[in-house]
């Protein structure tokens, strides 16, 4: 089976501008988790959507938002790009009895 | 939320050396899982394990669920052991939401 993917692996953006992040999680998993990972913060939850709809929310402000697809692929979106939002994205993909968690390799945003 | 705590933060051995990582999680789990994130950044699953003993091949884990702690041995260590070790929880009933530590980071030496 394939893992967990993300486009792109590598974005530069500026400051208010906005950008998608896209997640493809293993075939089968309707489970998809976002998270953000700073040197300050570490790893925080962003998200989860389940048959696409967001199942648990993280404490981020409401320009961090996301969706699901029908074929369980998400999507995450930034808008108004902040200096802090520079971070490395993950997503994550769970089968529905929702036992181990198997991570994309990220997509590092810059914001300039 | 939940606090998870990881110890050491920083860890340096001799190839070969032994070692034990410790996870301490301040509520009741129903999944913790240990993870190694390479150098970019992606985190390689290493162990599922809520409760009880798992071993694969020079790795170890063992999670005490009604003392709140984890422990990750690693046996002789390699130089591509090297990397940040990180244990993640999920609060029983709070869905697939983890909670990671802040880490070990872990330097293994020639």
């Known amino acids: 089976k394939a893992g967990v993917t993300q486009t792109p692996r590598y974005l530069i953006k500026t400051r208010g501008q906005q950008v998608t992040l896209s997640c493809s999680p293993i075939?089968?998993?309707?489970?998809v988790s976002w998270y953000q990972q700073t040197p300050g913060q570490g790893l925080q939850f962003l998200f989860e959507?389940?048959?696409?709809?967001?199942?648990n929310k993280g404490n981020f402000p409401g320009r961090f938002s996301g969706r699901q697809f029908s074929n369980s692929r998400s999507e995450m979106n930034v808008s108004t790009l902040e200096l802090g939002d520079s971070a490395l994205y993950l997503c994550?993909?769970?089968?529905?009895?929702?036992?181990?968690?198997?991570f994309g390799p990220g997509t590092r945003l810059t914001v300039t | 939320g939940i606090q998870v705590e990881q110890s050491p933060p920083d860890l340096i051995l001799q190839e070969g050396a032994n070692s034990t990582l410790r996870c301490n999680f301040s509520?009741?789990?129903?999944?913790l899982q240990w993870f190694h994130q390479n150098p970019w950044g992606q985190l390689i699953n290493l162990f599922y394990?809520?409760?009880g003993t798992k071993q694969n091949g020079r790795l170890s884990a063992t999670t005490v669920a009604t003392e709140r702690y984890s422990l990750l041995y690693i046996s002789s260590s390699q130089t591509t052991d090297s990397g940040v070790y990180f244990c993640?929880?999920?609060?029983?009933?709070?869905?697939?939401?983890?909670?990671f530590g802040t880490g070990t980071s872990l330097t293994v030496i020639p």
């Open positions: 959507y389940f048959s696409e709809t967001q199942r």
């Open positions: 394990i809520p409760s």
């Open positions: 509520d009741s789990v129903n999944n």
């Open positions: 993640a929880v999920e609060r029983t009933g709070a869905g697939n939401q983890f909670y």
């Open positions: 075939s089968g998993h309707r489970s």
């Open positions: 994550a993909s769970s089968s529905d009895e929702g036992y181990e968690q198997y």
